[in-house]
């Protein structure tokens, strides 16, 4: 075995939630090793059957690749985005939801008022094209080192470091890392999460689980699809209901490729990991006679949201599919990953360049682990509820049946409005964390409704600062790489006792200033702390009598209660 290898952090796990958090590692300029068990080939070709959300196209603005991810996947700006529920593919809709497609959701934005909540609306696409394009940017990253074809064979702790030991697949070599963390994001079946020794257990009630399977997506060529679709019934998302089986297609390219998500043959049934279903098989499930060829493995989904006991461990934290999966139903788990990332890497970052203190690791747990259960949970809900639904009669033209139908389809109409889920994809919120220097209450807000707030805890509001709305337009265009202090209105409050306190401490500060009144009312104070993963960990009107226990609280040095004065600053 060769000598130890050393990085800041090894990353166990190549897909969307690793490549994520090596380039957020970068953009904070710690280097970081990636280890996967499979060629860079098979990642992108095992179907992640969900695409970018809001705010994950949030994310990769920041890391410069929305763009490129709209430009270099999906079935094109023009084609169809509808949703479309009916018996069998290409029959008379049971119902249809009206989505804009890509340049007219673009189009959206760019005549949007300053204050719409949405500076970068979800892309419809597979998470896989996704995490090709992580894979492309990583490569040309000089602070990130990509051993794919790694299997992890080892991993132990001490009160420094870590130690990580994977031998190649091919060569069969050994070698061995030595980091001071190390991350899981090597998906449900977690070879990090097993050598810590976490449980997951699943939020339906039914105790500890191991790998349960439900659902599967797969990849599809359908090469004659269009001469089987009306023109006037294409979709960007089909669903059929038919039969004996809920399956939805997407397609990825306009040309013939799809990705299939339908659930277990049978109810109980745990089908193997790499059971793909047959040819015959889905021209049933989709109700057509159509030519297909199934390409490569699935990728399965759990029957019911798992989430581990803890996301971390010591120095190992876990993230992504390790740390918890979902039904597929509201498409939540590349999302939820890729968020996870962007919280975790901040929190590294500020232990490995010394501005972050001991409370950091703690604070990642309680922040992400609650996120994912009330995301589990609306998860659980949407998959119950399209269960719940029925597959109505396909074959009975009586008036009972065709109100069957009806029935069926203003249900499934409902279900997917749902399934938006907008204040489960923006409105994560992490109050009570040790990390956010507020007593303020957050306003209460339903799964599907996203209110843009100032309270400390939440996503900082989107602004956009000028009529362009292109790059560099919007408010979070401007905020630093590490933390940012805005000063709003038309007479800044002083910022040097902070700048002095967090050059101090080391804490990367930003300080920008934004005179319309647009921002001020949005965000409701003077003075405004924003975290690196765009969270806001404070605001006032003034700055706290101790600015250096601002810093310390927002950084993890400090685990104190609030001192009186933060009740004050309103």
């Not at 990636?34 to 990642?43: S, W």
């Not at 740390?323 to 232990?351: E, K, S, Y």
């Not at 790489?481 to 805005?486: D, I, S, Y």
């Not at 709003?488 to 306190?501: R, V």
């Amino acid at each position: 075995m060769d000598a130890a290898l050393t990085r800041p952090v090894v990353i166990v796990g190549g897909g969307t939630t690793g490549l994520a958090l090596a380039l957020f590692l970068d953009r904070l300029r710690v280097p970081s090793v990636v280890l996967e068990a499979r060629t860079a080939d098979e990642v992108w070709s095992r179907p992640a059957g969900e695409g970018p959300d809001a705010r994950t196209m949030e994310h990769l603005r920041r890391l410069g690749l929305a763009g490129q991810v709209r430009r270099r996947t999906g079935p094109g700006p023009d084609a169809p985005a509808d949703t479309v529920w009916a018996a069998r593919l290409g029959g008379p809709p049971l119902a249809t939801l009206a989505r804009p497609t890509t340049r007219q959701a673009l189009h959206a934005v760019a005549t949007a008022p300053a204050t719409d909540p949405l500076p970068e609306p979800a892309h419809g696409t597979d998470g896989s094209a996704v995490a090709r394009l992580l894979y492309e940017r990583s490569c040309t990253r000089p602070g990130i080192t990509l051993c794919y074809g790694w299997r992890l064979e080892w991993l132990t702790q001490g009160a420094t470091h870590v130690e990580v030991t994977a031998r190649n697949t091919v060569s069969g070599i050994a070698r061995r890392w030595c980091a001071p963390y190390a991350v899981g994001c090597d998906g449900q079946d977690s070879a990090v999460r097993d050598r810590l020794g976490i449980h997951r257990y699943r939020l339906d009630g039914r105790g500890a689980t191991g790998p349960h399977r439900g659902s599967c997506a797969v990849r599809l060529e359908l090469p004659t699809f269009h001469d089987g679709v009306p023109a006037d019934r294409r979709a960007g998302t089909y669903w059929t209901v038919g039969g004996d089986a809920v399956v939805r297609l997407e397609p990825l390219d306009g040309r013939g490729a799809f990705v299939l998500t339908g659930h277990s043959p049978a109810p109980g049934t745990t089908p193997s990991a790499d059971a793909a279903p047959s040819a015959e098989a889905v021209r049933r499930a989709l109700g057509i006679r159509l030519p297909v060829r199934v390409h490569g493995r699935p990728s399965w989904f759990p029957e019911a949201a798992v989430v581990a006991e803890r996301f971390a461990a010591g120095r190992v934290f876990l993230a992504g599919g390790a740390a918890h999966a979902f039904p597929p139903d509201g498409g939540f788990g590349l999302d939820t990953g890729i968020d996870d990332a962007a919280d975790l890497a901040w929190m590294l970052a500020g232990q490995v360049r010394g501005w972050g203190g001991p409370g950091l690791a703690a604070a990642y747990d309680l922040e992400r682990r609650r996120v994912a259960l009330r995301t589990g949970a609306v998860a659980d809900e949407l998959h119950r509820s399209l269960a719940a639904i029925g597959l109505p009669p396909t074959t009975d033209d009586s008036p009972a049946g065709a109100a069957a139908r009806r029935r069926a389809g203003a249900l499934l109409r409902t279900y997917g409005e749902r399934s938006r889920a907008l204040g489960v994809r923006l409105g994560a919120r992490y109050d009570g964390s040790p990390l956010i220097a507020s007593r303020e209450a957050a306003p209460a807000a339903a799964p599907g409704t996203y209110l843009p707030s100032g309270v400390p805890g939440g996503r900082a509001p989107h602004l956009w600062l000028d009529a362009r709305h292109g790059a560099g337009s919007a408010l979070a265009d401007r905020f630093g790489a590490g933390f940012t202090l805005l000063r709003l209105g038309p007479g800044p409050a002083d910022a040097k006792p902070l700048q002095a306190a967090a050059q101090a401490q080391g804490m990367p500060l930003t300080v920008l200033d934004v005179a319309g009144p647009e921002a001020r009312e949005l965000y409701g104070r003077d003075l405004v702390l924003i975290r690196p993963d765009q969270h806001i960990a404070w605001r006032g009107n003034r700055l706290p009598i101790d600015p250096g226990d601002l810093v310390s609280r927002t950084t993890g040095r400090c685990a104190t209660a609030l001192p009186n004065d933060y009740g004050d600053l309103l």
